[in-house]
């Protein structure tokens, strides 16, 4: 019973923006909205959550839509090294649910 | 920088022993996770702990599994009779806030045999 749906796989071109989509449709309304990503035998690392409004910081964009059905993360300039697995996660409480994540390809 | 360490990296066991999986959160943080990964598999939660107690738990987490935190420093994961199907990798994580960034350790690379 997945609370997050991401496509499989993305590919951009390197120093091009990427728009990673999830669709959360039965969120609640004190669900918070988190992006994770995971390289390769490493753990997951931080990088973005947000609640209603949208939210900035150095690696990402996170866009929520107004009804909170679906959010975008935004990579602004993808580089090599953003190459990972993107996790989109609700997390209900203190319990965290992870999406299948997207597999991001870039391609230099 | 401060980051969460986990021992052992790999663990061997037989179905049926016990095993306990240790992880060092960082030093200020209060709030603590243990989570797995099924090979090829996405990161599935297992459990939450705060203020010495669990705050939230899966439906993976059953009566096998428990967390402790003995010392103040270690955060422990026993499994006390493995299966085949607890075969995974587990990551510990731990936070400053709520619902904050989490800071997850490299990971203990199961395998029951």
């Known amino acids: 019973d997945a609370k997050t749906t991401q496509p499989n796989s993305m590919e951009s071109n390197e120093e091009e923006p990427v728009h990673l989509p999830c669709n959360h449709s039965?969120?609640?309304?004190?669900?918070?909205i988190h992006w994770y990503r995971q390289l390769p035998s490493q753990g997951p690392e931080y990088v973005i959550h947000g609640l209603t409004s949208n939210v900035n910081n150095r690696m990402a964009s996170l866009a929520i839509a107004e009804d909170r059905k679906s959010s975008t993360l935004i990579l602004h300039r993808a580089t090599l090294r953003d190459a990972a697995v993107y996790y989109c996660?609700?997390?209900?409480?203190?319990?965290?649910?992870f999406g299948t994540g997207t597999s991001l390809t870039v391609i230099p | 920088e401060p980051e969460v360490t986990q021992t052992p990296s790999h663990q061997v066991t037989q179905m049926g022993q016990e095993v306990i999986l240790r992880c060092v959160p960082i030093?200020?943080?209060?709030?603590f996770y243990w989570y797995r990964q099924i090979l090829g598999q996405k990161v599935e939660f297992l459990v939450s702990f705060y203020n010495n107690e669990i705050s939230e738990k899966s439906e993976i987490f059953d009566d096998q599994f428990s967390v402790e935190r003995p010392d103040g420093s270690n955060f422990t994961l026993k499994i006390r009779s493995t299966k085949l199907e607890d075969s995974a990798m587990y990551f510990c994580a731990s936070s400053g806030g709520f619902p904050g960034e989490q800071y997850f350790g490299p990971g203990t690379r199961l395998t029951v045999t």
């Open positions: 039965t969120i609640s309304g004190t669900d918070y």
């Open positions: 030093s200020n943080h209060l709030y």
């Open positions: 996660i609700l997390s209900t409480g203190n319990q965290f649910y």
